[in-house]
């Protein structure tokens, strides 16, 4: 510990995941964790003693945090984005087999290292917008073995390059060709085959659904929530996006990290969600690109206390953007997020939202995940759409470019 590198950032305007801090701050990492969070004019004499200053000057944020992306996928779907331009709805694309299953048969598909590379290619984007930890689904399969695909690509990409990567098995996601008129025997093999193959090879983090009347029923998506409990996986749920089935509260009162979307949630689910700490993960580029027109209902989750982080749900059909920042301009622009809740929405309850606490935000005693910008105020990565502004990204106290 005692001979562990000693970094330092001096003269920085600090957004610290809850709070702007106006005057100049320094912040020392000792190893992989913060030490020092200190106000520049209070900084001791011999504080930077054996430190090397790695910066002075510009915004100083934890790093990003993608908390919910579908980033391994085959294929593209640029031909469903011109018929909703024509006027056909994106419910209309799912029932014709398309939609999520398009993806699903380009998926199944591609190989392994093809799947590899095109996620590769995405994630490289976010890393140059300050991404630091990222979860990602799997979802496109829905076989076993498609399925452990997706979770080993996504596994590998947090092998190969530096960042943190959180896994999710959304088995349930839609219901493949194979199981058409039989959903229930789907959920059987979802909770039966399924979780325990991801559990056994260590490949999935979490559990995820898509409670919604184009997916999964309330009572389907509690029969994974029980068989995620029973293997010991926190949960997760994309619920009322296009409608509300009382998803939200389902999910909450089963103890979810999160859930996701909830352009139609009700009191009752912000209210369950409240009793049961479950956070709340805004999308707004899904919102934008299907042209939703109803907001989530933000107001009352911050009267009800309810977290609300942000994140990109970048996938190949309602929100083909991976760039974070844009996220948090939209979740201002649509959702009326102060920028600040939108940046503490993509750090500190980001890492809520996949149950961390120990980054996300820059603390004494928290990982050194860290981005050092060249902007002047931290409301400006919400203000201006502008990619290569990053300075440094720093992972566990390693400085990266
Ligand atoms: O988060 N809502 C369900 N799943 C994805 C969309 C998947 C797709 O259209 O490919 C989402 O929006
Ligand atoms: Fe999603």
Redesign the pocket.
Known sequence: MSDAPIQAWCDVRLFDGVHDHPEPMAVIVRGERIDTVVPMRELAADALDGAKVLGRGGVLTPGLVDCHT?LVFGGQRADEFEQRLEGVS?QDIAAAGG??LS?VRATRQASEAELFERAAARLEAMLADGVTTIEIKS??GLTVADELKCLRVARELGERYPVRVFTTLLGA?ALPPEYADDADGYIDLVCREMIPAAVESGLADAVDV?C?KI?FSVAQCERVYAAAAEHGLPIKA?VE?LSNLGGAAAAARHGALSV??IEYLDNEGIQAMADNGTTAVL?PG?FYTLRETQCPPVQALRDAGVPMAVAT?G?????PLFQPTLMLNQACTLFRLTPKEALSGMTRYAARALGQSDFGTVAVGQIADLCVWNIEHPAELAYAVQPQRLRQRVLAGRVLG
Request: aromatic share 14%.
């Open positions: 579908h994106y939609g999520i993806t979802g496109y996601h898509f919604e997916a994309h996006q996701d979307h999308l899904a749900d996938n190949p059909g309602t929100s």
